[in-house]
């Protein structure tokens, strides 16, 4: 029977934990105002997920010192979901539910894709990681706004810099889009498609599986489609891998490789080790530290003996996508409105126009016909391990069916 | 069979509660699950519900693994099944819920009873790694076919009442209802099949396969009908949460979600009806509780703040690992020792 003893003695400390930890309850009127966050800390898009967290956290933890929105604290309720639907519904429900939170950033394609009911049901203001053109469909995601140019936008300005290359180089484009196997991967494949098909040139996709360690049988299979161009929609460590398995079978002499924005970072450079050289990146959010826009980072960084550098431009850009809704929530305390009702923030984000984010993205602009707050990319590249800008900014709005 | 207490009837023999007690027990549990939705906020209620479709869901595996002895890896295709014809027939034909579900559950144990057909030959490992086969081809196929699933992308559940109705928005306190309405019928069911014939049945096979056949049952027959059964209850299980979630993706129904279920059937206890349901219990709560004690303790000690993901993950595991050594059948034998000990206590032998 001592084992009993022993279990039901664990059981109680464990229950008698969670009960203190429930206590909490609401925030009143004069209490932090709280945003709920979904962190990838560790799941398959860690890589990534944890700077963007990083950039969230700090910049929160920055505008507090600074004494936060108009005298009030900010308090981020966020925690790591693993990338699992089933447990960001979960920690979704609590914050909405016991911890009120007022406004939302999440994180994946998936999740914010089947949160987006209830985040309109719920009318609380909600900005994804994700740029999928799913999540600008306003009658099906009234409450979502995206930050970063959509990923079927940046496929469209990827084709068309394919395009104008091939024509110099006098050869037909043959396109083969290399995405991780999920619904962040597809988001711009039938996009991407209908601008190859609608300008005649050979298009077609292939999946990374998920955990694979090997893509060479892939790679052969875009061989075999005679591919000349490669578009990666995938976060940084699948994307480095495809480029290391692409050298070693010589395919990085003659195929253009390009990604997308999860894997155009300085992750993708140190991982690829040296493969990633001369491989372009479609980027609406800066790698160059020295714009105004990461001069608050940099130095908030510094003080707590970290650095940009280290951090990289995910950082960034989780701490200006922060700053975009924590600006939606402090016009709206300024317009006299209750933060409470989702509806007067959103209204807010929808009159924003032209919120510059210090250069680190063309400005930002809502409006109530479009949550498309950036359609803009520019192209960089690869040149001696660093990200070098090699076009100006690059614009695409297609339209949302 | 505890002693002191005589059947002098065939029907009190076949009494599903005996004692007093044991109906006071059952009272108290419907009185707190009528109650329980009144005073619960909704994430709460969220909670409930995940249990009562996990609840669901592991009583269908329970009836092919735990009581027929038929391992299988392949729920979470199943779920998917159940989950993909309630959402498409909703979709294209407007079908009410009170139809869906039921087809979906139909449809499932269709599908669940052609990937059965390998039992006859295979068993143990083998069987599993059919029915592994069965995961990836279903989930294979969801992704691939475009044209009727919509491929990768999310199906958007409509939740119609009747045919041409209004789309449907359920409140998670409506939902509750539905749910645990339909948990409760699984469960009795359940239990009822194996107060039968055909329960018998299934334990015959999974004891002893050889002797089940020598006394006269037809293995192809009940290991299908198995199958069938168990896969049905999944149906359902998949129909509610295309329902309730109104939204479709294959990602919800991955080999994990397989694992995960047969975890929730090992540590509730293989072969018990209610062990499911303490599964579903424990394997929902855990994570959330994790999660709440990760919340509570972040700020604590800031440089610990990046630990606290992978600490709950590694803690998952290790209360896994804990439950199965002190107790390798299960809550539902872990309840039944503490019942017991209450029942002589405090004159114990």
């Given at each position: 029977m001592k084992k009993f003893y022993l279990f039901a003695a664990v059981l109680l400390v464990v229950f008698a934990m969670v009960l203190a930890a429930c206590g909490g309850g609401g925030g009143g009127e004069e209490g932090p105002i709280k945003i709920g966050a979904l962190f990838d800390l560790t799941g398959p898009t860690a890589d990534v997920g944890t700077p963007y967290a990083n950039g969230e956290k700090g910049f929160v933890e920055w505008l507090n010192a600074k004494g936060g929105i108009n005298g009030r604290q900010v308090e981020l309720v966020g925690q790591d979901y693993a990338y699992k639907v089933d447990q960001a519904e979960q920690l979704y429900s609590q914050y909405v539910n016991q911890d009120k939170v007022v406004a939302f950033l999440g994180w994946g394609t998936g999740d914010t894709e089947a949160l987006r009911g209830k985040i309109a049901k719920?009318?609380?203001?909600?900005?994804?990681a994700s740029?999928?053109?799913n999540l600008a469909k306003l009658d099906e995601a009234p409450y979502n706004f995206l930050v970063g140019t959509t990923y079927s936008d940046q496929m469209i300005i990827a084709l068309k810099?394919?395009?104008?290359?091939a024509a110099k180089k006098g050869v037909d484009p043959k396109v083969v889009v290399f995405h991780h196997d999920s619904p962040f991967g597809e988001s711009p494949v039938p996009d991407g498609k209908k601008f190859a098909d609608d300008n005649g040139f050979a298009y077609t996709n292939i999946a990374m599986p998920k955990g694979a360690t090997d893509l060479t049988p892939q790679l052969t299979q875009a061989q075999d489609f005679g591919v000349n161009y490669v578009v990666i929609q995938n976060v940084s460590s699948g994307a480095a891998l495809l480029l290391k398995n692409a050298k070693s079978l010589g395919l990085t002499d003659n195929v253009q490789f390009i990604c997308l924005n999860w894997c155009a970072d300085e992750l993708f450079i140190k991982l690829s080790e040296g493969a990633g050289e001369g491989v372009l990146g479609v980027m609406p959010f800066t790698s160059d530290f020295t714009v105004p826009g990461a001069k608050d980072p940099a130095e908030f960084l510094k003080s707590k003996g970290d650095s940009l550098e280290n951090q990289g431009l995910h950082y960034v850009q989780g701490w200006w996508t922060a700053a975009t809704m924590v600006e939606g929530i402090k016009r709206t305390l300024d317009a006299g409105k209750d933060i409470n009702d989702g509806a007067n923030i959103r209204a807010s984000l929808e009159a924003m126009k032209n919120f510059s984010t210090g250069d680190v993205t063309k400005p930002i602009t809502f409006s109530p016909t479009d949550h498309r707050g950036n359609d803009s990319a520019k192209i960089h590249q690869v040149q001696n391990g660093q990200w070098v800008p090699i076009t100006d900014y690059l614009q695409s709005r297609i339209p949302v069916e | 069979m505890e002693c002191g207490i005589f059947h002098s009837t065939y029907e009190k023999d076949m009494a599903l509660r005996h004692t007093p007690i044991e109906k006071a027990r059952l009272a108290l549990v419907i009185l707190f699950l009528l109650i329980f939705p009144f005073v619960a906020d909704n994430y709460w209620l969220n909670l409930a519900?995940?249990?009562g479709v996990?609840?669901?869901?592991a009583i269908g595996l329970n009836i092919l693994t735990g009581f027929t002895g038929q391992i299988s890896l392949g729920q979470g295709a199943f779920l998917a099944v159940g989950a993909?014809?309630?959402?498409?027939?909703s979709i294209h034909w407007g079908a009410p819920m009170w139809l869906t579900i039921p087809s979906g559950a139909i449809a499932t144990a269709l599908i669940g009873a052609i990937f059965g057909i390998p039992s006859l030959r295979l068993k143990g490992l083998y069987l599993a790694i059919a029915t592994l086969a069965a995961q990836e081809i279903i989930i294979w196929v969801i992704t691939h076919w475009d044209a009727v699933t919509g491929g990768v992308d999310a199906l958007n559940t409509k939740n119609y009442l009747w045919f041409g109705g209004e789309n449907h928005y359920f409140s998670e306190f409506q939902f509750y209802w539905i749910i645990?309405?339909?948990?409760?019928v699984v469960t009795l069911l359940t239990v009822n099949i194996f107060r039968t014939r055909i329960g018998r049945a299934f334990i015959a096979i999974r004891d002893q396969d050889i002797a089940a056949e020598v006394m006269g049952i037809d293995l192809f027959r009940y290991k299908m009908l198995a199958f069938a059964t168990s896969s049905f209850f999944v149906g359902i299980a998949g129909a509610l949460i295309a329902h309730w979630r109104q939204i479709v993706t294959w990602e919800r129904f991955t080999i994990e979600v397989s694992i995960f279920y047969l975890a929730v059937i090992i540590i509730g206890g293989l072969g018990s009806v209610s062990g499911s349901i303490y599964g579903a219990i424990f394997m929902v709560m855990l994570p959330a509780i994790l999660n709440n004690i990760g919340k509570a303790?972040?700020?604590?000690?800031?440089?610990?703040?990046?630990?606290?993901p992978f600490v709950q993950q590694a803690v998952f595991g290790l209360v896994i690992i804990l439950f199965l050594v002190f107790e390798p059948e299960g809550i539902a034998k872990m309840w039944k020792n503490i019942r017991d000990y209450f029942r002589l206590w405090p004159f114990s032998y």
């Open positions: 719920d009318k609380i203001p909600f900005m994804s740029y999928s053109i810099w394919v395009m104008d290359d | 519900n995940t249990i996990v609840a669901i869901g993909y014809v309630a959402a498409l027939m645990m309405g339909l948990a409760v303790l972040s700020g604590v000690i800031p440089t610990m703040d990046i630990l606290i």
